[in-house]
């Protein structure tokens, strides 16, 4: 049991104690029970037995394995809480092992999680199963090597025996320390080999023990680098209000608003500065597309230990880091959603880096909100929350209205430069544009003069492939999935036609599937459509494309973004890809390819989007002594959304989509939980969707003085995927704590509506 001491945190189950079962259970008075729950979509915790010899060991935030269910098939279950008093039921089953030699998680992470089961309706055992990395549960990135030490009671041994010059070496190197010694250090420093060291072993002089070391560690280091930038006005009043709620001990959010290049990154650097001089740490998440080596080695230079934490870690670095924080020796986690669930022992602050990010947001259970998560962790903490954009989300921002939530502006960009002057471009009066091209004529002009000036240009459009559709003149259908209910996108490329939504995909049709008829037409702009567009329009101008297709290795978004930085590179395109976080002071031009494509989403929630995408793209030009603007081509110049993104303002945006929202009763006035069912046969589905909507009305709608409402069932706007037919429900109510009431009431009958499938999603942000 001494290796378990030494290094708690780092052993497998194979180094526990062998269970020998059944254990001795006595039901005597001081009996101790634990709680379990699982990874399984079920509500209920259950009572177990802690068997004397796991007593000592076993701590509330460890697996355990259980008997359970029919068979009592032994299950993985995590320990969440150990009590002395008798739950109220009988037969209890006794845990058969425990797997982590140390919790997993903390007391304040089990609240977390506990927190998130109830809020997005889930179970406590599926939240702590996804936010524990894969790689911490299987220990990946260490192994277990033998560790010698000196046998109990070897003096006596050695009085009666005769040591060679080796052994001798190495009981002398032994008894010079305390610690049990590897083996391959211990050969080194006794200039032996293993062959003394097993006679020892077999005298009884010398004892091994398997102890867990890592065989390659991560490294956090950072260099520290004092900055020499002098805060604005607005930027130096920002820090000092976060560091003077820093110091009071209350939990304040902060919404840092302010438009792109104004300085946000700074405040956030300054405020963890303070944080770090109280020895404590600071959580910043950032869209994963923003983790470019330049944020990175924004916080490096800054900070004495840095973790990043993005999705192309391996198994074994993000356990190394994991264990590094949990050590307290990184001062600062930078990285996207899961990020907030770092387990640093003394958080200190949260800071969210374009807080209106889509990706925060978990579109598989938990479907948790990082921002809301960041929310209930920096209240339980005492700590204070940064939210920081230059659009926020409308939820966000009537938080600040309604001063529930401080706004601290930062309302210009640093260096006095002028935000881009933003030219719409209406599509409909462009000739060539109306017979499929990419590039208007305002935009070729504006193109050949940002490179005569030298300047580079970013050209912008959300749809990857070559063309989204392939359209029969004949019969006037598209080629589509024939799982799910989208049509499939031609890849020049690749020569493949392709579904986005399930990967299936085809050759290239060359006649129409539904009519046989010959000569498809590719309907729409994809990105490799548009790079051919431009090499052709601008020969020799060397042209890089930005898009998952081309952006397949790893490392590969790094060299192309350095390549642009060098000006190797004169046109970047692509897909949003781009549209984030991109500082390069020598783009004079930013063309956004088509406005509508956000705009005409089946989502109430569109025209946010469109006015951040602008916003977003807008801010990627004019940061530079070059200067820089924006054309946005669109067929709906009259668009608010539009209008306000090319104007640069967003409060009178955010007004009018506010009253929007409230006439028509959107969020966030109110918050909506919407109900996804699928299955195979669509007559099911909809029967069970069906059940769903009578069951809540039969519950009672009116809550709290307010009735809530239900839209649907209905078939989701992507009404087939793969295979499954999809029906919705939309229930809405002002309170989140009503909905989850009312799905908790009518969840019940969700066994009966097998094979339908049921899942339930509070503050959706897709809506397909
Ligand atoms: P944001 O995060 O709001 O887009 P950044 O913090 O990235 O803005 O700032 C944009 C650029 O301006 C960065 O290169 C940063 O180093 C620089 N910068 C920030 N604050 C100042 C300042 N007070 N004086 C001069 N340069 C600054
Ligand atoms: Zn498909």
Redesign the pocket.
Known sequence: MQSIAQQPSLFTPEDLPEVSTPWEIVDSEDQLYAEVVFNLPMLKSYHYLVPSGLRDNLRPGARVRVPFGTGQKLTQGYCVSLTRTRPAHRNFKAIESLLDAAPLVDAPMLRLTRWISEEYLCSWGQVLDSVIPAGVKSKAGTRELLHFELAEGYETRLTTLKLSATQQRIVDVLRSTTEPMAGDELTGLAECGLSPLQTLRNKGIVVATKIRTWSKSVSSVGENDTSA????RN?HSAVTRVIESLASGKSETFLLY?V???????VYIRVIEEVVRYGRQAIVLVPEISLTPQTIRRFRKRFASVAVLHSHLSDAERHGYWQQIARGQVQVIVGARSAIFAPAPNLGLVVIDEEHETSFKQDSTPRYHAREVARQRVRDAGIPLIL?SATPTLETWLRGIRKEEIVLS?PHR??QRPLPPVMIVDTRNDQSLQKGASLGRAMLVAMRESLAKKGQIILFLNVRGYSPALFCRACGQSVRCPDCDVTLTYHKQRQIALCHSCEYSIDPPTSCPNCGKPGLLFLGQGTERLEHEVKARFPGVSVLRMDSDTMQQKGSHDRALESFRQGEVRILLGTQMIAKGL?FPNVTLVGVIDADTSLHQPDFRASERTFQLIAQVA?RTGRGELGGKVLVQTACPDQPAILYAARHDYTAFARQELEHRHTLGYPPFVRILRIILRGEIEADVEKAAERIRLGLESKGLERDGILAKILGPAPCPVARLKKYFRYQLQLSHPSGEVLGQLWREIEPIVPELTPVEISVDLDPISFR
């Open positions: 930038i002098l805060l604005n930027q302010g792109t290049g104004s300085g946000k990154t700074e920081g930062l640093v260096a500082d801010g």
